[in-house]
């Protein structure tokens, strides 16, 4: 039986470099049935997206990437590492997401997440944020099946009343 990796004491983010790589796609495929590949997240280095790790000491416990549009932000992944999930560590790195995005002027974060993921949905839903669509077999699943996915929003400058005024 492994032992249970004790909390961090304090946490920072950091921008992801290739040399941080391999740990974070360690942590990707621990965490994934259908992890990002090395090449996605150098791709999005390549691109200029957002890319932060939450740093615990040396441990990685989580990291998420995101893309800049005019307006809007849209989350690309988020993960935390398995052995710090349950903590409030997802919550932590939304709330820097929805702060960068409100620095960078957007209004809107956006994001997808599998149907049946309903750990992260309850998280999101928790943020804020509004299932707005469906995407049908977005996601590869197993055995050559597709899933689909929750594609949800989160109106970053307005009061929660604005919602109403939405339709």
Known sequence: ?????????????????????ER???VEES?????????NFIDSLHAGYHCQLL??????IGYFVAMKGVDEVHLLNLTVAPAYQRQGWAPMLLE??????RGQGAQWLWLEVRAA?????????RAGFRRVGVRKGYYP????????AIVMSLLLNESPTAWGQLG
């Open 31 to 39: 965490a994934y049935t259908h992890p990002w590949t090395r090449a």
């Open 96 to 101: 820097a997401l929805a702060g960068w995005s």
């Open 141 to 148: 699943a197993l055995d050559n099946q597709r899933e689909d």
């Open 1 to 21: 039986m492994s032992a249970v990796p004790q909390p961090p004491l304090e946490a920072r983010l950091e921008p992801l470099t290739i040399d941080r790589l």
């Open 55 to 60: 740093m615990g000491g040396d441990q990685l």
């Open 117 to 125: 993921n309903a750990r992260a949905l309850a998280i999101y839903e």
């Open 24 to 26: 974070l796609c360690a």
